[in-house]
């Protein structure tokens, strides 16, 4: 291993190996803290090799001081779980294979990223953390003096092994990495010192598409759009069906406000790989912003979630846009599927209590204080003014809260949010036919929306039209089959009809 400052990390990495290896060799590239006194603490041999901005050099001079016949590769902030020790000792007795690729496991505290992968169970070696993402990488490979590694920075020796034909296995054995929960600082320090690393690579390499792509997903990290923007447009480019060069591309041009070229792009990812939920995700948020039909972000959504239903930020999304269409039903049912992935998902608990109307009035003080100032600078904007509406009502200002909504309709005839909340509004009033007639109008804009399909029921119930109200519920059900509270509905509705009958 190659270590630098790795003193918080070292001993849970060393102490995960200790019963599996006969030796353990840590080249040192100029620690100022305590890891090379840690690591020969646990038995190791230790190396200094001045660092010279190259990742693939160090590696290699670790090589050379190897005995074993085979070895394994760990980073300072990595570690194995003592429980997949013997299944190692397994592939290394196999005569017929020279390599095999580890999952590199990356923990990460809370993410929107696109392959984050949520945790079935709570395990101390998630050190808090309820998901991450994965990379396949040969760690484990034979001992073999001509085999180096490549690359100045996320070096591999898979390259190397390969070109020489030798065989490589995958397997499904995580290595555990925690170098994505560092402070931001340090994080930070990392990301520069990998753009100078990466910038360096590609002196050598000025067509690499991959090594493009991770100058530009660092800059992105940094906050970099136009830097990286610049970058990952070679990358893609030279590979458009690099998924990951494109992907990344996408996000700096929607970062640069660039939505018809992202969109474009995500389009193109998804037919490459159906299975890349990310570009869903990301696509569906430019198609709200311009404005397209939500039967489109609904499908987005649902063939989405359909490929990956354990990824909790889908979830959340997909809870925005119902929420924004007044299918709170829906909504609280994807916000609760997202806690149940991810139970430190704060977003998702606080649009709930919003949703359950346990939000404090403060807040929505401050919203209403906020969607003021915002109209004052635009006053054509439609989306302010249904919003500043509904958080008139949720103070109780009734008369002014139907005012905005009134206003959100004269900018936009058919806003289906508008509709629905004057629709209810109405409802609550005592208002009935006018209810009614909202709702109907709502359904001409949007019938797939059920929770509009059920409200219209309960007001044909409580006007005594009985058959109507059936007819209402069961498009309801037809489009959320599994509604509880529609079900029930419809049972008192058909108690109703009966007694009609009788």
């Not at 009985?466 to 519920?473: F, G, H, N, Q, R």
């Not at 058909?494 to 009958?501: A, I, M, P, T, V």
Request: glycine residues 6%; charged residues 30%.
């Amino acid at each position: 291993m190659i270590v630098k400052n790795e003193e918080a990390n070292l001993n849970s990495c060393l102490e995960s190996v200790l019963t599996l290896v006969d030796e353990i060799i840590v080249v040192d590239t100029g620690s100022t803290d305590r890891t090379k006194e840690i690591a020969q603490s646990h038995g190791a041999i230790t190396h200094a090799f001045p660092w010279n901005n190259d990742f693939s050099s160090a590696r290699n001079e670790s090589l050379k001081y190897a005995t074993g016949e085979w070895i394994l590769v760990l980073d300072g902030d990595e570690a194995l779980d003592v429980n997949d020790h013997s299944r190692i000792r397994q592939l290394i007795v196999a005569k017929n294979v020279d390599a095999y690729r580890l999952v590199q496991r990356t923990y990460l505290k809370q993410s929107t990223c696109a392959d984050w992968i949520s945790l079935e169970k709570k395990t101390e070696l998630a050190r808090g953390c309820h998901g991450y993402i994965t990379s396949h990488l040969v760690r484990l490979f034979r001992n073999n003096r001509q085999i180096r590694f490549k690359g100045r920075v996320h070096e591999q020796v898979e390259i190397d092994l390969l070109s020489r034909k030798k065989r490589i296995v995958t397997t499904d054995i995580p290595i555990h990495h925690y170098g994505n929960i560092l402070g931001p600082e340090s994080l930070k320090k990392k990301q520069e010192l990998y753009l100078q690393i990466g910038y360096d690579k590609l002196k050598d390499q000025p067509f690499d598409d991959n090594t493009l792509c991770e100058l530009g997903v660092v800059h992105l990290e940094l906050g970099q759009a136009e830097e990286a923007e610049k970058v990952l447009r070679r990358a893609y480019e030279i590979s458009p069906k690099n998924i990951r060069a494109a992907f990344n591309f996408a996000i700096a041009l929607y970062r640069l406000n660039r939505m018809q070229e992202a969109g474009e792009i995500y389009e193109r990812i998804i037919k490459m790989d159906p299975t890349y939920t990310g570009a869903y995700n990301n696509l569906s948020q430019i198609l709200e912003r311009q404005s397209g039909t939500f039967d489109r972000r609904r499908h987005l959504f649902v063939e989405a979630i359909h490929h990956n239903p354990r990824r909790h930020t889908l979830r959340y999304n997909y809870g925005i846009n119902l929420e924004r269409e007044n299918l709170f039903d829906e909504a609280e049912e994807q916000y609760m599927e997202a806690l149940d992935i991810d139970p430190d998902f704060e977003l998702a608990r606080k649009r709930l209590e919003i949703l359950r109307g346990q939000e404090p009035v403060e807040n929505s003080v401050q919203s209403l204080n906020a969607l003021v100032a915002a109209l004052e600078k635009d006053p054509d904007n439609c989306e302010l003014h249904y919003e500043c509406g509904k958080t008139l009502e949720k103070l109780g200002q009734i008369d002014l809260a139907i005012e905005r909504f009134q206003d959100a309709l004269a900018l936009s005839p058919g806003h289906s949010g508008t509709l629905f909340q004057l629709a209810s509004m109405a409802r609550n009033q005592g208002l009935i036919d006018e209810c009614i007639g909202l709702y109907k109008e709502l359904l001409a804009v949007m019938p797939e929306h059920s929770q509009a399909h059920f409200n219209l029921a309960c007001a044909m119930a409580e006007k005594g039209e009985i058959e109507k109200a059936l007819y209402s519920v069961e498009n309801a059900l037809n489009i959320m089959p599994g509604n509880e509270k529609f079900r029930i509905k419809k049972e008192n509705i058909l108690g109703k009809l009966d007694r009609q009958e009788v």
